[in-house]
């Protein structure tokens, strides 16, 4: 994918000093400037399918063998991380061929670890592949999510959210405003989309939850039987901050792709 160009405002101050966006012979100085595309938090991608899991079995080994169709035997790289919590622990993440699981109890997040079409397909045929392997698991739903922030957004972008100034006009004492939050819940086609928008610190944050409601494995499979589906929806997140914000946004990240052997496959 073609990087995506920053967005530029220019214009002029002619001598007289005032501002125009014209341009003629009279100019005395030119500015531009440059606007960031908004980016994507390629961490925050993930399709998450819930349920009732069994963390045990989802171990780096089975993963390996049973989803990426390593031989038993053939060494494989594999990358754990777990975060401590104060007096608890986040559950553990096992990072195999490019892509992140963090099994729970009560949910199965999978995550590519570079946001390229190939990463995102593969994550989506893992799912597929687990669902397949454990037919017998419990499902609720499953959704596919995107973040992206704006860490420079102009008062337009954040208009939205004066809505929230009527406690600062009807409250009787002093108090500061962290955070506003906006969700909305719109359904099209055959999912839900939560999206939620929200200003903290003058930063504007868009997080999109594509969900779908799956009350068995095989329903879940039936509804990702578009392999694109994952892509899919990102690039309808994208196009939505298009429409909406009137700016591009960018999935480029500082991130280099995962190494994704060609070998074994996920079919």
């Known amino acids: 994918m073609e990087p995506t160009p920053a967005a530029a405002s220019w214009g002029y101050t002619s001598p007289d000093g005032r501002t125009d966006r014209r341009s003629d012979d009279s100019v005395a100085s030119v500015w531009c400037?440059?606007?960031d595309p908004m980016q994507i938090v390629p961490e925050r991608t993930s399709l998450v399918l819930l349920g009732i899991w069994n963390p045990a079995i989802l171990n780096p080994g089975w993963l390996a063998q049973r989803v990426h169709d390593v031989p038993v035997g053939e060494q494989v790289q594999v990358q754990v991380e777990q975060v401590l919590m104060g007096a608890a622990q986040s559950p553990p993440s096992f990072t195999v061929s490019g892509i992140k699981y963090t099994p729970a109890r009560n949910r199965l997040e999978i995550r590519p670890t570079a946001i390229t079409q190939e990463n995102i397909t593969l994550a989506q045929r893992a799912a597929v592949r687990l669902l397949n392997l454990l037919p017998h698991t419990p499902i609720a739903a499953f959704g596919q999510n995107f973040e992206f922030v704006e860490n420079h957004p102009t008062p337009e972008q954040l208009a939205i959210f004066e809505a929230g100034n009527d406690l600062a006009e009807r409250c009787d004492f002093e108090f500061e405003t962290v955070r506003t939050q906006l969700t909305s819940s719109i359904q099209f086609?055959?999912?839900?989309?939560?999206?939620?928008?929200?200003?903290?610190?003058?930063?504007?944050?868009?997080?999109?939850?594509?969900?779908?409601?799956?009350?068995?494995?095989?329903v879940a499979i039936e509804k990702m039987a578009n392999e694109g589906l994952f892509w899919e929806n990102l690039n309808l997140a994208l196009r939505i901050i298009e429409r909406v914000y009137d700016v591009n946004a960018s999935i480029e990240t500082d991130n280099p792709p995962a190494v994704v052997p060609e070998q074994p496959v996920i079919h």
Request: aromatic share 12%; proline share 0%.
């Open 189 to 218: 086609e055959n999912r839900v989309l939560n999206l939620q928008r929200s200003n903290q610190g003058g930063q504007l944050n868009l997080n999109f939850n594509f969900h779908y409601d799956a009350n068995s494995a095989e």
């Open 33 to 35: 400037v440059l606007f």
